[in-house]
C-alpha cells in the first residue's frame, strides 16, 4: 500500500473514531440512566470473574468503566463506548471512548473496560482532556487471578474483558478519552 494511501485511511479512521464526546452530552436522562445501570453490573462482573481486582478499586484515585466498547474492522477501524468515572467510589461524570486503527483487521468485537488511575495526576491529566492510549498500551484480560499479578503502568492499569464477536487484527491504533462531569 502507498505511503500516502496509508496516511489517508488512517487519518480518516482517526478522525471519525476520536470526535469529541459530543454525543455523550447529547443522551438523555433515560439513556444516562441505562449507561449507570450498565456500569454497576461491569464493576460486579469484574469482581466476580477475579476477585483480586478489589484492591484496584480499593486503592485507585479513581477509574473510568466502560460495559460496552463496540469496535468493527476491515483494514481501517474503529469504535466507540460510553461509561462513567468514578472520583472517591462516586459517579464523577461521564465518559466517551473513541478507537481508531488500521492495519491488518477484520471482525467486530465488543468489550468492557475499566481504566484505573493510581495516582491524582493521572487522574488530572483524565479530567482535562489530555488521556489517550497508543499502540503500546498493555491491557489485562480479566479472568480469575490476573488483577493479583497486574500493576499500574504510568499512572494507569487497564482491565478489559471480551464480551461478543471476534476481530482478528495486526494493527496500530489508538484510544482517546472524552470527560464531561455530571
Not at 30 to 48: C, L, P, S, Y
Request: aromatic residues 10%; positive net charge; hydrophobic residues 45%.
Amino acid at each position: 500500500m502507498p505511503k500516502t494511501l496509508f496516511a489517508k485511511l488512517l487519518s480518516a479512521a482517526l478522525a471519525f473514531a476520536l470526535l469529541p464526546g459530543a454525543a455523550l452530552a447529547q443522551k438523555t436522562p433515560a439513556e444516562r440512566a441505562q449507561i449507570h445501570t450498565d456500569v454497576v453490573k461491569t464493576i460486579a462482573e469484574f469482581k466476580k470473574v477475579d476477585p483480586s481486582i478489589d484492591k484496584f478499586f480499593k486503592d485507585s484515585t479513581g477509574y473510568a468503566v466502560f460495559a460496552r466498547v463496540g469496535k468493527a474492522g476491515f483494514i481501517v477501524g474503529g469504535g466507540a463506548g460510553d461509561g462513567e468515572l468514578y472520583e472517591k467510589g462516586k459517579v464523577a461524570g461521564y465518559v466517551h471512548i473513541g478507537l481508531g486503527s488500521v492495519g491488518l483487521q477484520i471482525g467486530v468485537q465488543e468489550f468492557s473496560q475499566i481504566v484505573f488511575f493510581k495516582d491524582p495526576a493521572a487522574l488530572g491529566r483524565f479530567k482535562q482532556n489530555k488521556f489517550e492510549f497508543s499502540a503500546n498500551v498493555s491491557a489485562v484480560i480479566i479472568k480469575t487471578g490476573a488483577a493479583g499479578a497486574a500493576d499500574y503502568r504510568d499512572g494507569v492499569a487497564v482491565f478489559v474483558k471480551p464480551t461478543g464477536g471476534a476481530m482478528a487484527e495486526a494493527s496500530l491504533g489508538t484510544q482517546k478519552f472524552n470527560f464531561t462531569s455530571d
